[in-house]
Every structure is written in structure tokens, then in C-alpha cells.
């Protein structure tokens, strides 16, 4: 009888257990989804994995990319701003004007990597959920990295949130320039003219359409 009460008192905390396992596996299965297509170059697949906020996020930077002058730009998160330029540098005029906030996603992302990240060896540890919303830290030797991830539950499917990356890069790239001992500004210039390999354009300062 004793060992029949002590199983009953012990079945809800399995079951607490089995739930949090299969939550952090769906979201392990969404970050590495998103990662994976990214890595792959596939925007058109990275997005799947993105919840509504994201999505949003790239209406908006449409906004910016069409309609920022440089006063506006330097107003900008350093993330946001450095995705902008990089893409007035190396996209046509004809193809920036012509991006809907979905294929300007399918494209950021099938073209500009989300990072430095973890791709493997890892798992997700510390879950909290809250209503809709799950976040989880990666894990990877004992050591949590940072940032805390955050997934939205939409349609019964764990979706992956962008906001972490790029608070993520806001913290990292101010590090970065000052490592290099220069300004802001310059080290962004440096880079874009690493990744597109030619000189900056004077146009990258002025609004796609006026």
C-alpha cells in the first residue's frame, strides 16, 4: 500500500517532467530547423520557422530600407541599421524596390547568416513558459549561452522569435568596434565593404524611394 501511495504521489511530477522534455525537443526542433535553412541559404524554408512578431519586423524594415536618409538610419539599432546598408550596397535599386516584407525575409535570411550561434552539441535547458510564449537558453559542455531564446506558440507549432538575435547583436557588435578601436560607423563601412567586395556607394546613405 505504501509503495501504491508513494507511485501516486510521484505520477504528477513524471508527467511535469515528460511535458517540459517534449516542450524543449519541439523547440530544439525549431532552432535547428531555422538555423539548418538558414546555413542552407533557404529563406523561403528559414521563415517557416519564424513566428508573426518576426514578420513584422521585416515590414517594418521594408519601411526603413525604402524610406531612410541617413539621419533616419543613424536613429536606427545598429543590427537594423547595418542589415540596411548591407543590402543597399549589394542588391539592385530595381530589386529593393520591388521586396514585399516576405521575400525581403526569404532573402535577409537565405543571404545573411543569423550569426555565430550554436549549430551543434548543444541542447535547450532552463524552459519557461509563459501562456503562448516559451523561453529556453542553449546548453552546451554545462555552460548556458547566452542570449535567452523565445518561441511563440502559434497554431499548435513552436515558432522561433528574431527579437533575441537581434538584441542579441546589439550588445555583440558595439564590442566588436570597440575592440578594433574605431567608431561605430566606420566599423560597419569595414564590414560592408568585407562582405560585398568593392568600395562603398555614396547611395546607400539615401532612400530607395522618396
Known amino acids: 500500500m505504501k509503495k501504491l501511495i508513494l507511485l501516486l504521489c510521484l505520477t504528477p511530477c513524471f508527467c511535469l517532467h515528460g511535458q517540459e522534455s517534449s516542450t524543449l525537443s519541439k523547440l530544439e526542433k525549431t532552432y535547428k530547423g531555422f538555423m539548418t535553412a538558414c546555413d542552407e541559404n533557404n529563406g523561403t524554408k528559414a521563415i517557416q520557422f519564424l513566428d508573426h512578431n518576426s514578420m513584422v519586423f ?13 539621419i533616419a538610419l ?3 539599432p545598429l543590427s537594423e541599421r ?3 546598408l548591407l543590402l543597399r550596397q549589394t542588391v539592385s ?18 543571404e545573411i ?12 535547458g532552463d524552459l519557461r513558459e509563459v501562456n503562448s510564449k516559451a523561453y529556453a537558453r542553449l546548453i552546451m559542455r554545462e555552460y ?11 497554431k499548435g ?35 560592408l565593404e568585407s562582405y560585398s567586395g568593392k568600395p562603398i556607394s555614396p547611395e546607400i546613405w539615401n532612400p530607395v524611394k522618396t
Request: net charge negative; glycine share 4%; proline share 5%.
Open 58 to 70: 521585416f515590414e517594418l524594415m521594408l519601411n526603413d530600407l525604402w524610406y531612410a536618409d541617413s
Open 74 to 76: 543613424e536613429k536606427l
Open 82 to 84: 547595418h542589415t540596411i
Open 93 to 110: 535599386q530595381e530589386k529593393l524596390s520591388s521586396f514585399t516584407p516576405r521575400t525581403l525575409a526569404i532573402y535577409a535570411l537565405g
Open 113 to 124: 547568416t543569423p550569426g555565430s550561434y550554436v549549430r551543434e552539441g548543444y541542447t535547450l
Open 144 to 154: 548556458h549561452l547566452d542570449p535567452e531564446f523565445e518561441f511563440t506558440k502559434e
Open 157 to 191: 507549432h513552436w515558432k522561433l522569435s528574431l527579437i533575441p538575435f537581434l538584441k542579441d547583436a546589439e550588445t555583440r557588435l558595439p564590442a566588436r568596434f570597440k575592440k578594433a578601436n574605431t567608431t561605430d560607423k566606420d566599423f560597419i563601412l569595414f564590414l
